[in-house]
């Protein structure tokens, strides 16, 4: 066996707003490709030295499709002896690309890999998205709610436990809040690898269509105006659910955005690091999943946190940074409650609200923060915590945030 798995490098691309930002035209193997090739450059290691790649993404069809980890590591210039792997846990898929490479490191069958995550929600969740006989018919008579939307999920949470439509506007405006500040104070910088692209623009008298060469090198979303009072005009946008009939609580501003981005990290065993001379970013320790009812997708962290504890002996006061994915503040603000979370260990620089939640690259993206931010403030301990949807994305949901 192995000794410590350690990350020793990140890259991802600033977050791109689906549909009308600079990555609507981009395809998922550049922005993938872009940050492996980062990542390793960051590690100061060669590219034949990489014995496996791990991506992640929610939606593996069309431009995603194909085993998009494999493309991508081409695109990155890995040479074709290295493989790869294309990982489907939905929002967590690029988190579990580092448990999957952690594991092949630990028992060693490798010395270094790199895991990852990539959405192009711009090219793949559209019209031409592929719903053909999505809903197995057994499950739609015996388990409808596995194709609950999120945004009904969302709804059934804040109504179930509580949380009311002010407090979820609150902690919006404090997840635009607190990025608005890390990206000022250049807190994020560490983590972008800045990408030259070129988007489709569309004029909005004439409906013609451009190309646009642009340069990405800060996260997209971000609405740094934002106020309570500013999100408290907005309505709720869903309806004619299976168990909701008209929300009273989630909105394009309390939810996160639709987003397109990449992100890459490097990991070896301590031994190898140590050889080379590198000095991590940090060790990987383990994961813990579990289960619950789909109607109530994104509190799926109160009950994989406890476990993940009790694994290491520690308690939620050894914890010292704590990411949970901003899909909606209804279900963050749960979690953190019921689990017992410092608000002040939380988010403590926003998440997918402010930024965006590119689906297969918000977990690699958050287990990359949590690294550079934690080793800037000399943290012991960091968790990311994420949750998966029951079903397919359809298109009312997938249309909702992109008025945001």
């Known amino acids: 066996m192995s000794d410590n798995v350690v990350i020793v490098s990140t890259a991802r691309t600033p977050i791109a707003k689906a549909y009308r930002g600079a990555f609507n035209d981009t395809q998922p193997q550049e922005l993938m490709g872009h940050a492996i090739k980062e990542a390793i450059s960051r590690a100061n290691i060669n590219a034949n030295e990489v014995e496996d790649v791990h991506v992640g993404a929610a939606l593996q069809q069309g431009s995603t499709g194909g085993n998009i980890a494999r493309q991508s590591a081409i695109r990155a210039g890995l ?121 489709k623009v569309q004029d909005r008298e004439t409906k013609e269509v451009t190309d646009v060469e642009v340069t990405l090198e800060n996260d997209e979303g971000l609405r740094a105006n934002t106020t309570v009072e500013s999100l408290a005009t907005l309505q709720p946008v869903f309806a004619n659910g299976q168990t909701v009939e008209k929300g009273n609580y989630i909105t394009a501003g309390n939810a996160s955005q639709l987003s397109d981005g990449a992100a890459a990290l490097v990991l070896m065993s ?99 923060h949590i690294l550079h931010e934690g080793r800037r403030t000399n943290i012991k301990y960091g968790v990311c915590l994420l949750y998966t949807s029951p079903s397919p994305r359809d298109k009312r949901q997938s249309r909702m945030p992109s008025s945001a």
């Not at 988190?95 to 711009?122: C, H, Q």
């Not at 250049?186 to 988007?199: D, Q, S």
């Not at 017992?340 to 297969?360: C, R």
């Open 270 to 368: 301590e031994k190898m690091a140590t050889s080379k001379g590198l000095e991590p970013l940090g060790i990987y320790r383990g994961i813990s999943v579990s289960g619950c009812d789909p109607d109530e997708m994104g509190i799926g962290p109160v009950f994989a946190v406890p476990e993940l504890l009790r694994n290491y002996s520690l308690s939620i006061e050894d914890i010292d940074m704590w990411e949970l994915n901003e899909a909606f503040a209804s279900q963050c603000l749960y979690c953190r409650d019921r689990l017992g979370i410092d608000p002040e260990k939380y988010n403590i620089n926003g998440g997918a609200i402010a930024v965006g939640h590119p689906y297969g690259m918000s977990g690699a993206r958050m287990a990359s």
């Open 79 to 199: 040479p074709t002896s290295v493989p790869g792997m294309s990982i489907d846990r939905q929002c967590s898929s690029g988190l579990m690309t580092i448990a999957s490479i952690a594991g092949r490191i630990k028992n060693g069958e490798i010395d270094i890999g790199v895991a990852g995550g990539v959405e192009s929600v711009s090219l793949v969740q559209n019209e031409k998205m592929n719903t053909f006989r999505a809903k197995d018919p057994w499950n739609v008579s015996n388990r409808p709610d596995l194709y609950m939307s999120m945004l009904e999920t969302a709804e059934v949470v804040a109504e179930r436990y509580g949380v009311t439509r002010e407090d979820q506007d609150k902690y919006a405006a404090d997840s635009h809040r607190r990025t608005a500040n890390a990206q000022s104070e250049g807190r994020l910088k560490a983590e972008l690898a800045p990408l030259k692209t070129v988007k």
